[in-house]
């Protein structure tokens, strides 16, 4: 769908790190997004039966979320974690780093060795007149679309902000690119205490539902915040990053 400038609203974008969430979590949120008709981009740590359904409904797709952290289950180079995630997820082509963790070296490599083109690992939190540009890290190199998001949930958090969409941080001019985790949302995390809590029981990976703690899921915090950004985004356009910055680049704002 194309659209004139001045019809193009500031974009409002959900997007979800998986990192390593198990499958009844990442169902979880998928559906709610599906009862909601909320398009959104995930971003993948793993292969599992449930991201290879995130890969075949419409609404989704599905980038990858590379760790370059020591220690990393991808590989020990940058160059074998992008390999991993290039063999895992062929098709995708947004991305957003582990931790954000990042370098020139590493972006150019994503965008001229691995085909990469959006890259989503920049936190700029609750920014104002948020906006995508593009660069080069190369002559001739393969042009890089760079988005930054002004909410993620954790460090919103241990921010100790309200988790409010009436909030001037939220109806700012531009671009609110929203992200959030799995598990935060189904612990509906205003803090990160319960998180701890379950952490320590091993890795999230393996946790099943009688892990989970009674949760009210009332009071203000990141399930009930994902939800109300859904019953926002039911009656309006939403997109995927990739469809997005389609827009962007073939008529600018």
Known sequence: MTLPPKQLPHAVLVTLDIDWAPDWMIENVAQRLI??????????????????????????????????????????????VLRT?????????????????????TLGMMADRFGFKIDCSVHLPRASHAAPHWVRYAAGGKRLVRIPHIFQDNMHA??????????????????????????HIILNSADLEAYGRLKALGPVSKLVMSDIPDIDREKPGTGRLFDDLLKRLSATQSYKVSERVALWLEVGE
């Open 35 to 80: 009862e909601a008709g909320v398009r959104a981009t995930f971003f993948a740590t793993h292969d599992s039966s449930a991201t290879r359904a995130l890969e075949r409904e419409p609404l989704f797709e599905v980038g990858v979320h590379p760790n370059f952290l020591p220690g990393s289950s991808h590989g020990n180079t940058p160059e074998e």
């Open 85 to 105: 995630m290039r063999t895992m997820f062929p098709h995708a082509t947004a991305v957003r780093t582990h931790s954000l963790a990042q370098s020139e070296p």
């Open 158 to 183: 241990l921010a100790g902000m309200p988790w409010d969409l009436e909030a001037d941080w939220f109806v700012s001019p531009g671009w609110k690119v929203m992200n959030f985790h799995p598990v």
